[in-house]
């Protein structure tokens, strides 16, 4: 996910009861979708990000970091990132913050290698490859963890088969 | 949320419909020399950057009804300026591309708070890229759509830029670095926008920097070029809309953006219209131009990271507060399928 699950929240609720609820006929219904804005105004409070999506993301960045240690005499001065997943289980905004930082690392070798102009050219591709490998996974993971999209629905206003 | 304060902490005049029609109908009257009245002002529901409203007007004599466009400090895109639209759209009423006519822009805060200008009402509707299968456009209908969309486009690339007003727009820009300016300028906004470091953004940049292409030639380019974007009326195109992304640059690189899959309406075929080899073929017959197929790749690749980075910008003004509309959250979870469809492209997916 992009958003903070605070922000998409407060969005969620906002949207309701600016857009939606005034549009709502009957009491009944207009309860309901306050009873939702109650709910969602009391998940924020205390949800978060699953650790388990999380420590899933860290763990291939670990995996990832392992591979271009093995590299690391081969790309002098190479950038290459270093990370573990936690062995205990901080909080999610730890393990977030964590790849982020994995992350930024991974950029920052990505620069580098660009930099190379042609020299250690073995080197540089085996850690390109690791590095695609990297982010196939990545993204693969993000979309494995993803529900189905609704823009034809968010755009026509009606459910799909 | 998504409201903008004045300097003197009230509302800017373009957040209430009635100091919007009052601001304008005093602005019209200063430029006309006289009493001009707006009224039936209607926002139209569409959009994420500029705010668009129909007016009626009376006493303004270029029109009785009109287009009102406001880039809001808040949008997608902003800063805002009305130049390059408005400029370009001059430019172009001597063109055979179909464009509203533009009346006046002005990036003067004190008028209505934030950048604007007013065009033609063209009559026609819009074909969305993301109906369902009933809404696709069929037969001769789809025809003559993709014979005037492809016309219009090569009619874009080849106007005299050169010949108008645009032609200071030429400054620095060449056939040899077009497509870096373009890069430099997207990855500014990428990093402006980014919430979180994304490896593949760089990856797709680094990608892009060493296959930047020579331009053929240097022609007005769109930048927004795709089905939803234009108005049809009784199966004809009757004005290509949006031009918000207008530049100088690489003619290629509006087919790159008007190829990705996002905008084929559910079919294989370009925009929903033509399919691939035929719609080449007629552009390149009509433009005089030659669509190389690494040319055309590197500009698919960018158009996909264009897409990526326009879905960032909608995380980080929904994060930041500026909008509550749920479409933009649920723009932001497509950056990793874009980023799937660019790594097949370049290679770097399993």
């Not at chain 2, 009102?68 to 895109?77: A, D, I, N, S």
């Not at chain 2, 179909?98 to 009402?121: H, M, N, W």
Request: hydrophobic content about 45%; glycine content about 8%.
């Amino acid at each position: 996910m992009n958003n903070s699950l605070e922000r998409l929240i407060e969005g969620m609720a906002a949207t309701l009861r600016a857009d939606v609820i005034p549009h709502i006929e009957g009491d009944y219904a207009r309860g309901q979708a306050f009873g939702v804005i109650y709910m969602l105004n009391s998940l924020k409070l205390r949800a978060s990000w699953s650790n388990a999506f999380l420590l899933g993301q860290l763990r291939t960045l670990e995996e990832a970091s392992g591979a271009l240690a093995s590299l690391a005499a081969e790309l002098p001065g190479a950038p290459l990132p270093a990370v573990a997943t936690p062995k205990d289980l901080p909080d999610a905004a730890e393990l977030q913050a964590a790849r982020d930082a994995g992350d930024a690392q991974m950029c920052a070798l990505i620069d580098w290698l660009v930099q190379q102009n042609g020299e250690r050219m073995d080197a540089v591709s085996k850690a390109q490859a690791i590095v695609d490998e990297y982010i196939n996974k990545q993204t693969k993971y993000e979309l494995t963890t993803g529900a189905r999209p609704m823009f034809v629905e968010m755009s026509g206003g009606a459910e799909q088969g | 949320m998504g409201q903008a304060q004045a300097a003197n902490g009230a509302a800017p005049a373009f957040e209430n419909p009635d100091t919007l029609a009052e601001g304008l109908a005093k602005h019209l009257g200063r430029v006309a020399g006289g009493r001009v009245t707006v009224d039936g002002l209607t926002k139209y529901p569409a959009g994420f950057s500029w705010r668009t409203y129909s007016v009626r007007l009376r006493g303004y004599p270029p029109a009785q009804e009109a287009i009102l466009r406001v880039g809001p400090p808040y949008g997608l895109f902003a800063p805002y300026s009305a130049m390059p639209e408005f400029e370009s759209l001059s430019a172009l009423a001597q063109s055979r591309v179909p464009a509203p006519r533009v009346y006046l822009a002005s990036d003067d805060l004190s008028i209505l708070g934030a950048p604007f200008f007013l065009s033609e009402k063209v009559e026609g509707d819009t074909p969305l890229p993301w109906g369902t299968q009933s809404q696709r456009l069929e037969g001769e209908r789809r025809q003559q759509l993709a014979e005037d969309f492809i016309g219009a486009l090569a009619a874009l690339h080849k106007f005299d830029w050169r010949a108008t007003a645009l032609s200071r727009w030429g400054d620095g820009v060449t056939l040899d670095n077009a497509a870096l300016r373009q890069i430099d300028d997207w990855e500014r906004r990428f990093r402006r926008w980014a919430l979180k470091p994304h490896p593949m953004a760089h990856r797709a940049l680094a990608w892009l920097r060493v296959r930047a292409p020579k331009a053929e030639r240097l022609s007005l380019v769109h930048g927004d070029y795709r089905l939803g974007n234009f108005l049809e009326r009784n199966g004809r195109i009757t004005a290509i809309l949006d031009w918000e992304l207008v530049h100088l640059g690489d003619p290629v690189e509006d087919l790159g953006w008007a190829f990705l899959p996002q905008y084929r309406g559910g079919t294989r075929l370009v925009c929903g219209l033509a399919g691939e080899e035929e719609f080449l073929a007629r552009y390149q017959s009509l433009s005089g131009l030659t669509v190389g197929p690494e040319t055309l790749k590197f500009y698919i690749v960018f158009s996909l990271l264009k897409l990526a980075f326009t879905h960032m910008a909608a995380a980080r003004c929904f994060e930041d507060g500026l909008f509550n509309d749920m479409r933009m959250p649920a723009m932001a979870t497509q950056i990793a399928p874009v980023f799937r469809q660019i790594a097949k492209i370049i290679g770097a997916s399993a």
